[in-house]
């Protein structure tokens, strides 16, 4: 295929940027469309993974209250959460899927909010707590950094908990921290005995469990530097000015929790729903 013209090129990716750059609809225009578009995020399980995860059947169950149809969104994650916001709730990006009307997993907190005004955070549906799974024979306890005494140790790359063991005790620990994009790679080196635990998400954690058959033993990690022990609220984000479909997605959030609906879809990924505080 022969290539564009400059000109013509700059035409295309212009246009491309404009219809990215669309604002998120309100709830008259989402309800006039048929449509609710909801952003997740790419290869995150349990949550979002080639279209199946908790905040993928969450966010179906959220249209079909509002009486549309779900259109899910996946996105790559961005260098943190405010560039996230930006390209999945109120801007867009020139690549992408263009803006959704609401952004599932993101954390309330008000510290959050006053950073990204052109957004309304809200609706907590779940606590993400830290959780790690062991062999007790390798590591008979797991109560202190000390404890850990030269076993090697998993973590998801680039996460908090990866962060923390690496910078832990004066680094103390680098050598023996192996990093895993895949849960599921996770899982086989544990079994394997290459690791002698996971430190993680307790929805990563929980997963593991279930598929190795509970032949380990899940536990709380070590206090470490910079990890908010008691976890932090996940709830949901649209346009700031989108306030009548806020309230009716924070309805239909709470009939979906009345009615053990919310419950049940973390059930169905193994998963314990942990209430916000």
């Not at 007790?136 to 923390?164: F, R, W």
């Not at 070590?222 to 989108?242: F, T």
């Not at 997605?249 to 169905?268: M, N, Y």
């Given at each position: 295929?022969?290539?564009?013209?400059?000109?013509?090129?700059?035409?295309?990716?212009v246009c491309a940027f404009a219809s990215t750059h669309a604002e998120a609809r309100d709830l008259a225009e989402v309800r006039s469309s048929g449509t609710l578009r909801?952003?997740?995020?790419?290869?995150?399980?349990?949550?979002?993974?080639?279209?199946?995860?908790?905040?993928?059947?969450l966010g179906r169950a959220l249209a079909e209250r509002l009486g549309v149809k779900a259109d899910v969104r996946s996105y790559d994650a961005d260098e943190n959460m405010?560039?996230?916001?930006?390209?999945?709730?109120?801007?867009?990006?020139?690549?992408?899927?263009?803006?959704?009307?609401?952004?599932?997993?993101?954390?309330?907190?008000?510290?959050?909010?006053?950073?990204?005004?052109?957004?309304?955070?809200?609706?907590?549906?779940?606590?993400?707590?830290?959780?790690?799974?062991?062999?007790?024979?390798?590591?008979?306890?797991?109560?202190?950094?000390?404890?850990?005494?030269?076993?090697?140790?998993?973590?998801?790359?680039?996460?908090?908990?990866?962060?923390?063991?690496?910078?832990?005790?004066?680094?103390?620990?680098?050598?023996q921290v192996q990093h895993f994009h895949s849960m599921d790679d996770a899982r086989r080196a544990l079994e394997e005995g290459r690791i002698a635990g996971f430190l993680?998400?307790?929805?990563?954690?929980?997963?593991?469990?279930?598929?190795?058959?509970?032949?380990?033993?899940?536990?709380?990690?070590?206090?470490?530097?910079?990890?908010?022990?008691?976890?932090?609220?996940?709830?949901?984000?649209?346009?700031?000015?989108?306030?009548?479909?806020?309230?009716?997605?924070?309805?239909?959030?709470?009939?979906?929790?009345?009615?053990?609906?919310?419950?049940?879809?973390?059930?169905?990924?193994?998963?314990?729903?942990?209430?916000?505080?």
């Open positions: 295929m022969p290539a564009l013209p400059f000109a013509t090129a700059l035409i295309v990716a909801i952003g997740v995020y790419k290869d995150f399980s349990p949550y979002a993974d080639v279209g199946r995860g908790i905040d993928v059947d405010n560039d996230d916001l930006r390209n999945i709730v109120w801007k867009g990006t020139v690549l992408g899927p263009g803006v959704s009307d609401v952004m599932m997993h993101v954390p309330v907190d008000a510290t959050m909010s006053a950073r990204n005004p052109q957004v309304k955070i809200f609706g907590a549906y779940h606590r993400e707590t830290l959780a790690a799974i062991r062999s007790t024979e390798l590591l008979p306890k797991l109560d202190k950094v000390a404890d850990i005494d030269g076993q090697a140790l998993g973590a998801e790359n680039e996460s908090i908990m990866s962060m923390a063991l690496l910078s832990s005790d004066g680094g103390r620990l680098r050598s993680g998400m307790r929805s990563q954690v929980e997963p593991m469990m279930a598929a190795t058959g509970r032949r380990f033993t899940m536990s709380m990690p070590p206090a470490l530097p910079g990890l908010p022990q008691a976890g932090w609220a996940l709830g949901l984000a649209v346009g700031a000015g989108d306030e009548a479909l806020a309230q009716a997605l924070q309805s239909a959030l709470a009939e979906l929790e009345r009615d053990g609906t919310l419950d049940r879809i973390f059930k169905q990924h193994a998963v314990t729903r942990m209430p916000p505080l």
